[in-house]
């Protein structure tokens, strides 16, 4: 699936930011390797649900975990 340029530099941060806020080295060095099919599932959810300029706005103004959990609450949950 395309996924706009918005999207992919969207969940770049996000992806960046969880693998970050993971304490244990070895589960870290994991996220690591799936750090590209993490940006994608992020990219497409955000591509086809249509996130707003604003919600990929408070993901990326995030600088943690914490911060940006609440960017989320409002979008379309996985099925």
Same mark, same amino acid.
């Given at each position: 699936?395309?996924? @706009?340029?918005?999207?992919?530099?969207?969940?770049?941060?996000? @992806?960046?930011?969880?693998?970050?806020? =993971? *304490?244990?080295? @070895?589960? +870290?060095?994991?996220?690591?390797? %799936? #750090?590209?099919? &993490?940006? +994608? #599932? /992020? $990219?497409? $959810?955000?591509?086809? %649900?249509?996130? &707003?300029?604003?919600? +990929?706005?408070?993901?990326? $103004?995030?600088? &943690? #975990?914490?911060? /940006? %959990? =609440?960017?989320? #609450? %409002?979008?379309?949950? *996985?099925?």
């Amino acid at each position: 699936m395309p996924t @706009t340029e918005a999207c992919a530099t969207t969940a770049a941060h996000i @992806t960046k930011l969880m693998i970050e806020a =993971v *304490p244990n080295p @070895t589960d +870290r060095s994991a996220q690591e390797q %799936d #750090r590209a099919k &993490t940006i +994608r #599932r /992020i $990219a497409e $959810a955000c591509t086809k %649900d249509g996130w &707003t300029e604003a919600t +990929r706005a408070c993901f990326l $103004a995030g600088k &943690t #975990r914490s911060e /940006i %959990d =609440v960017c989320g #609450r %409002d979008l379309k949950q *996985p099925e």
